[in-house]
């Protein structure tokens, strides 16, 4: 059991649909994050949320969309991917108090676009 | 943007033999973490080490900051060990705007 759960752990989309992903942190954290790793490339940061407000968006295309209701929680709503969106998206929290803290990651949701 | 360079990028061991992992990174850092990913994909925490040394059973860590390096020992090593590992830099500021390197693909053979 980890302190960032992600819902589904594996998904099967086709190029028109629409799906979500989510992630809930338990660790109190104020900061959530979503990460892409696609095969063979590393990790790549998506988007950063501190205290629910989204403060980067790392030039990622409008198909993926992301909301942080609050600061236990974050989507990633997907539609219309393409097959090379193909990954496992990653969650991760952390607490930024200006003192520095380590990130806790998720387990993944291994997404196939059809 | 500040570059994380791992090597080796592949390791085979024999179950009970030692390593080191080793990490650079081109620019000063924030933080400094070690990561297992397991065959499921998820990241599991190894040491959160922006500077010093670190111990945790088998596994230490240490970070030289001043010289932009840091390396990861397993000692002893088991099957189990097997796995990806990546160290992740957060160059200033928000210590979980993590970047990753290409991470370390360690096989131990029993």
């Known amino acids: 059991e980890t302190g960032v759960t992600q819902t589904p752990r594996h998904l099967v989309m086709g190029m028109t649909n629409k799906k979500s992903l989510k992630c809930e942190q338990h660790l109190g954290h104020n900061a959530m994050y979503w990460y892409k790793q696609s095969a063979k490339k590393p990790l790549e940061l998506m988007f950063v949320y501190n205290f629910k407000e989204q403060t980067e968006n790392n030039s990622v295309p409008s198909r993926f969309s992301p909301e942080c209701p609050n600061s236990s929680h974050l989507f990633l709503h997907l539609h219309t991917l393409q097959p090379e969106d193909s990954a496992l998206y990653l969650c991760?929290?952390?607490?930024?108090?200006?003192?520095?803290?380590?990130?806790?990651f998720g387990q993944g949701t291994r997404l196939t676009v059809v | 943007g500040i570059q994380v360079e791992q090597s080796p990028p592949d390791l085979i061991l024999q179950e009970g033999a030692n390593s080191t992992l080793r990490c650079n990174f081109s620019d000063s850092v924030n933080n400094l973490q070690w990561f297992h990913q397991n065959p499921w994909g998820q990241l599991i925490n190894l040491f959160y080490i922006p500077s010093g040394t670190k111990q945790n059973g088998r596994l230490s860590a240490t970070t030289v900051a001043t010289e932009r390096y840091s390396l990861l020992y397993i000692s002893s090593s088991q099957t189990t060990d097997s796995g990806v590992y990546f160290c992740?830099?957060?160059?200033?500021?928000?210590?979980?705007?993590?970047?990753f390197g290409q991470g370390t693909t360690l096989q131990v053979k029993p």
């Open positions: 991760a929290s952390s607490q930024q108090d200006g003192v520095g803290a380590e990130a806790f």
């Open positions: 992740a830099v957060a160059p200033s500021g928000n210590t979980g705007k993590l970047i």
